[in-house]
């Protein structure tokens, strides 16, 4: 089935560095998102890319869809202890709802 | 963005019982779908649940085990039958949100079941 790879799997960071993650994967994917998970809450969406060389910006969050349509990555710049949690991508197909999901990657920032 | 509300957000359950989850949505959404987290993973998609119809499972789950009802535009159930200690795990559901999926897939809190 479709994989996507998540790296790195954690980080440990000081406040006020920048962060970057990637996804990739062998398949074509026609969505790819950017989730937050906190504990005991649901994944929150950060950045939704729907065009494969789409770059967006959220505040300090900057993401890419891929060329090949087959990767993406986030930024965060300029760290803050609340960005801490799991950041998930996903990426979806043609059949609508269908995502696949990355293992994620941990984020610890220290202050 | 769509506003879901999930019930209960944690039980803790003997073996062999059933828990029947809930997903309320603050708008009418055509498709809503159902994931499972295990301890420590990622998510992976149980079904996709259209009102009106039987549910689509992915590979992996049945019907027997996750029966899906959608009643209607706005809620869904998921119920987890017959309980092992493996089902424990947080179960989510999600909805497209926004014209066209603008604002992508939103999910609910999760409900979080410990099977004892």
């Known amino acids: 089935g479709q994989q996507l790879n998540q790296s790195p799997q954690s980080m440990f960071i000081q406040e006020g560095e920048d962060v970057s993650m990637n996804c990739t994967s062998s398949s074509i994917f026609n969505t790819w998102l950017w989730y937050k998970q906190e504990p005991g809450e649901g994944p929150v969406l950060l950045i939704a890319l729907y065009k494969a060389g789409e770059l967006t910006s959220n505040g300090r969050l900057t993401a890419q869809f891929g060329i090949t349509r087959k990767d993406s990555f986030l930024n965060i710049s300029a760290s803050i202890p609340s960005d801490v949690g799991i950041y998930f991508c996903?990426?979806?197909?043609?059949?609508?709802?269908?995502?696949?999901f990355g293992q994620g990657t941990i984020l610890t920032v220290h202050p | 963005s769509a506003v879901i509300s999930q019930k209960p957000s944690r039980d803790i359950c003997q073996r062999g019982t059933s828990l029947t989850i809930q997903c309320q949505v603050d708008?009418?959404?055509?498709?809503m779908f159902w994931y499972r987290q295990q301890p420590g993973q990622s998510l992976t998609l149980i079904a996709t649940a259209n009102q009106g119809s039987e549910a689509t499972y992915e590979s992996g789950f049945v019907i027997d085990k996750f029966p899906i009802s959608r009643p209607n535009l706005t809620f869904s159930t998921l119920t987890v039958s017959n309980m092992s200690p493996e089902d424990s795990s947080i179960y989510l559901c999600s909805v497209e949100d926004g014209p066209d999926r603008l604002y992508g897939y939103t999910f609910g809190s999760g409900t979080r079941l410990t099977v004892v």
């Open positions: 996903a990426a979806g197909g043609t059949s609508y709802g269908k995502l696949t």
């Open positions: 708008s009418q959404v055509t498709m």
